[in-house]
């Protein structure tokens, strides 16, 4: 008698916390569709906002079963950021490029290191064109190649990024490595250009789309996406000890 009212006891706690996520999930279901149309004016022309949706749903779903409110956050904030972390990981599987613009891509990083390390200072454009042997209009071209297969976020730079999951349990090694990078990162971003700084600032921090930037820069939008790859392959090349470490 006693089991079998064990047996019922942990299935009315099991069906109540079901019910519980589904209430989860129902209230929280337009907080998808909005970070959905947020991050659509930010992302390439192809990505369609339906399977933004869908993969937010996901991502609202397993925020719902793994969400802890000991941790101390809310639940809309940690909904939050698993939804737009499974909305940007369907898009970085969806990267289209071919071979030639990743091999482009690091041959760019590598030119700006070269660069860098010869003159002491930041590299300009030219000196990077001329360090790959093409002329500027090329150099551009590679840059809008590479903004327009692969959306760049911080956690991309290196192989192995700092983890997205607010309440991951990390290893000790792990989060030394995690806490290395997290420093290594903000001073390469502290020794960019100054317009390179604030377009990161702009992007990042106030969420503004690349015509917006552009506005506030006085430089067209393809000009801002240039840029946003410049200053992509210039922090790759600033992180590359630290990568090899």
Known sequence: MTALAGGVSMYTRAQSTA???????????????????HLLGRLPASVQVEDLMQAGMIGLLEASRKFDNSKGA???????????????????????????????????????????????????????AAELEMSLEEYYAILNDTAG?????????????????????AEPLGGLQDERFRVALSNAIEGLPERERLLLSLYYDEELNLKEIGAVLGVSESRVSQLHSQCAARLRARLADWRDD
């Not at 209230?27 to 149309?37: D, G, H, S, W």
């Open 19 to 37: 019910e519980y996520q589904d209430r989860l999930v129902e209230q929280f279901a337009p907080l998808v569709k909005r970070i959905a149309y």
């Open 74 to 128: 809310s639940f809309e904030t940690y909904a939050g950021i698993r939804i737009r972390g499974a909305m940007l990981d369907e898009v970085r599987k969806g990267d289209w490029a071919p071979r030639s613009v990743h091999r482009n891509t690091r041959l760019v990083s590598d030119a700006i290191r070269s660069v860098e390390a010869r003159l002491g200072r930041d590299a300009k454009d030219n000196e990077v």
């Open 149 to 169: 297969s692969k959306l760049f976020s911080f956690d991309d730079l290196l192989e192995s990024g700092a983890p997205t999951d607010v309440q991951a349990e």
